[in-house]
């Protein structure tokens, strides 16, 4: 039986929320920040797909 690696954590220890409430390091909301230790890697890998579509509509 094959496992797979647990998917680590984005963040960057800059930790501030904006007023989106998403951390300005990371890019997850204060939501998904909470509930990641929870979560499945599933739904991680999924939450940073979300963290890499804020991050490029940060960079426009």
Do not use: F
Not at 28 to 56: F, P, Y
């Amino acid at each position: 039986m094959v496992t797979e690696d647990r998917v680590h954590s984005p963040c960057v220890s800059i930790c501030a929320l904006d007023e989106d409430d998403v951390c300005i390091g990371c890019q997850r909301t204060g939501d998904e920040i909470t509930r990641w230790a929870s979560m499945s890697n599933c739904e991680r890998k999924a939450v940073l797909e979300k963290v890499a579509e804020r991050e490029q509509a940060v960079a426009l």
